[in-house]
C-alpha cells in the first residue's frame, strides 16, 4: 500500500546509473545512519542525499521499487547506488543480476505524506 500513496507525488529530475545489493553478510550490520542493516527493508545506500529521503528505482525490465537511503556508498567507481536485498529482489526476484541498469528519481520530501 505504501508504494501505491508513493506512485502518485511529484519526484524530482531522473539520473540514470547502476545500482547494486548489499547484505548485512557482505558489509556492516549498522548503517551510516546509525540504524542496523536490515535484509528485508526496502532501503538504499547512496554517497550524496540526506537520511531518511525517499526514492523511486526503476529497472530497465520496467519493474520499480521505493526506497529509503539510510546509508552510505557505493564506493565502487561507476555504481550509483546500493540497495537492500529486498529492494534488489523487487527489481530481480532471481537476484541473477548484482548489478542492473536504473533510473534513480528523489520524492520532493514535502509531497510525502506521513503515513500515521
Known sequence: MTILLFSQQPETLAQ???????????S????????????????CAMLSGNFGEHYRITASNGRSVVVRLNDRGPYIE???????????RVLDPSLKNGVMKVRIQRFQEES?????
Not at 540514470?16 to 557482505?26: D, I, K, P, Q, R
Open 16 to 26: 540514470e546509473g547502476l545500482a547494486s545489493f548489499y547484505t548485512v553478510a557482505s
Open 28 to 43: 556492516s550490520d549498522l548503517t551510516a545512519s546509525g540504524e542496523t542493516m536490515v535484509d528485508e527493508a526496502l532501503t
Open 78 to 88: 561507476g555504481r550509483n547506488i546500493d540497495l537492500s536485498e529486498a529492494a534488489m
Open 112 to 116: 510525502i505524506p506521513p503515513l500515521f
